[in-house]
Structure formats: structure tokens, C-alpha cells
């Protein structure tokens, strides 16, 4: 998100707040984070977060909106615009899905997997609409990975489900997310990369360059 870019002061301090408290959510989770926190961290004063949300709930579904939002745009649509072909797609996209792991890694020496996992399944029991929002767009991811998927058998001539194929790549893909966050270990994100590109039929496809580089 370009906060610069919004068109008003305040807009762009809602945006930052937003963007400070996803950070700290998703490194120390909704209930290790109190709003003192997000307003020192943001450089603002306590007032100035509760001008824009109600309560930390009200964060919250804020946070989980702007994730999925810069999910959706920057591991999806833009693969989607850079690459036609399905194995380029989907390397792509766990390619950037390990970058970014392998950066915080590098940073902290830990993992903390799928921000929009993580706060649904911290706060979908109690916050119906944190669930709501994060399987809207966790709907959204399916048909991206379910395109790649009817793609792939177009390209071979293969028979199977686009839709089951899709929803099995999601799987192996939250799979991979959460075991490199217990392990502490990116290069988990991926081994679940190589598994997908082996489901689709292009188990050769390198996902870093230096992949295809050693081939």
C-alpha cells in the first residue's frame, strides 16, 4: 500500500496504523499486542487510534482486510499479469512466498507463517467476521491457484478436477505456511512449492533461480 499516495491526512494515519498494527499481529499475534503498543509503534497517541477503530476488535478486521488485500495484489494478481504459464505462475508465487518468509527470518531468526491464518484461527471463534473476511479471501486465493490448476491440464492434455486440484493446492500451500512456522524454517514454504508443482504435472520447475541455474 502506497500511504503517500492517499488523498488525505487522514486516510493516510488510518493507513498507517493499519499497516504498524499488522506488523505487530503477525509477529506477536491480536492478544500479545495491547493498542499502547500499535500507538507507540505508529507514532501516534492512543486517542488518534481510537479516532479511527472503535476498539482492537475493530483494528482487527482493518488488519485482516489489509492483508488480504495486499495478498490477493501482490502474490496473486500481479504473477497473474507477469506470467501466462501455470508452473510459471505458481513457482512464482512461492517464490515470493519464501522471500518473504526467508526475510523475516533473516531479520528475527523466526517464522511466523500466514498473517491471515494466523488471525483467523486466533480470533474466528469469537470474531465471526474475522472468519467471514478471511475466507472471503481465502475463496479468492482458490480460484487463483484452481485457474493454475485447469490451465496445467490444459497444457498437458491431462485428465482431472480444476476445482479439486485448486483446493488441494491451498491445502498443501497452508500446509507449508504452518510447517515453516513451527519449524522456524522458510525452506519449508519451499518443499511445499515443489510438491504443488508436482501435483500440476511440472515437478521440473525450478522455484529460485538458482534452481534452474544448477539443472
Given at each position: 500500500?502506497?500511504?503517500?499516495?492517499?488523498?488525505?491526512?487522514?486516510?493516510?494515519?488510518?493507513?498507517?496504523?493499519?499497516?504498524?498494527?499488522?506488523?505487530?499481529?503477525?509477529?506477536?499475534?491480536?492478544?500479545?499486542?495491547?493498542?499502547?503498543?500499535?500507538a507507540d509503534a505508529a507514532k501516534v497517541n492512543k486517542a488518534t487510534?481510537?479516532?479511527?477503530?472503535?476498539?482492537?476488535?475493530?483494528?482487527?478486521?482493518?488488519?485482516?482486510?489489509?492483508?488480504?488485500?495486499?495478498?490477493?495484489?501482490?502474490?496473486?494478481?500481479?504473477?497473474?499479469?507477469?506470467?501466462?504459464?501455470?508452473?510459471?505462475?505458481?513457482?512464482?508465487?512461492?517464490?515470493?512466498?519464501?522471500?518473504?518468509?526467508?526475510?523475516?527470518?533473516?531479520?528475527?531468526?523466526?517464522?511466523?507463517?500466514?498473517?491471515?491464518?494466523?488471525?483467523?484461527?486466533?480470533?474466528?471463534?469469537?470474531?465471526?467476521?474475522?472468519?467471514?473476511?478471511?475466507?472471503?479471501?481465502?475463496?479468492?486465493?482458490?480460484?487463483?491457484?484452481?485457474?493454475?490448476?485447469?490451465?496445467?491440464?490444459?497444457?498437458?492434455?491431462?485428465?482431472?478436477?480444476?476445482?479439486?486440484?485448486?483446493?488441494?493446492?491451498?491445502?498443501?500451500?497452508?500446509?507449508?505456511?504452518?510447517?515453516?512456522?513451527?519449524?522456524?524454517?522458510?525452506?519449508?514454504?519451499?518443499?511445499?512449492?515443489?510438491?504443488?508443482?508436482?501435483?500440476?504435472?511440472?515437478?521440473?520447475?525450478?522455484?529460485?533461480?538458482?534452481?534452474?541455474?544448477?539443472?
Amino acid at each position: 500500500m502506497d500511504i503517500a499516495a492517499l488523498p488525505t491526512k487522514g486516510e493516510r494515519t488510518r493507513a498507517h496504523i493499519v499497516t504498524t498494527a499488522a506488523q505487530l499481529f503477525w509477529r506477536r499475534n491480536f492478544h500479545g499486542v495491547s493498542v499502547d503498543q500499535v500507538a507507540d509503534a505508529a507514532k501516534v497517541n492512543k486517542a488518534t487510534v481510537y479516532r479511527y477503530f472503535a476498539d482492537k476488535r475493530d483494528l482487527a478486521l482493518a488488519v485482516v482486510k489489509f492483508n488480504g488485500a495486499v495478498t490477493l495484489e501482490v502474490f496473486f494478481a500481479s504473477t497473474f499479469e507477469k506470467y501466462t504459464a501455470p508452473q510459471d505462475r505458481l513457482a512464482e508465487i512461492y517464490r515470493l512466498t519464501y522471500q518473504a518468509h526467508a526475510d523475516i527470518h533473516a531479520e528475527t531468526g523466526d517464522v511466523f507463517g500466514c498473517p491471515m491464518v494466523g488471525l483467523a484461527l486466533e480470533l474466528g471463534q469469537d470474531m465471526p467476521e474475522i472468519r467471514e473476511e478471511s475466507q472471503r479471501v481465502f475463496e479468492q486465493v482458490e480460484a487463483y491457484l484452481t485457474a493454475i490448476a485447469r490451465d496445467a491440464i490444459a497444457a498437458r492434455g491431462a485428465s482431472g478436477e480444476a476445482e479439486v486440484i485448486g483446493r488441494t493446492l491451498m491445502q498443501i500451500q497452508h500446509g507449508g505456511f504452518a510447517s515453516a512456522r513451527v519449524a522456524a524454517d522458510p525452506t519449508r514454504v519451499l518443499d511445499a512449492g515443489r510438491a504443488a508443482l508436482a501435483l500440476i504435472g511440472f515437478p521440473d520447475t525450478p522455484i529460485l533461480n538458482e534452481e534452474g541455474s544448477n539443472s
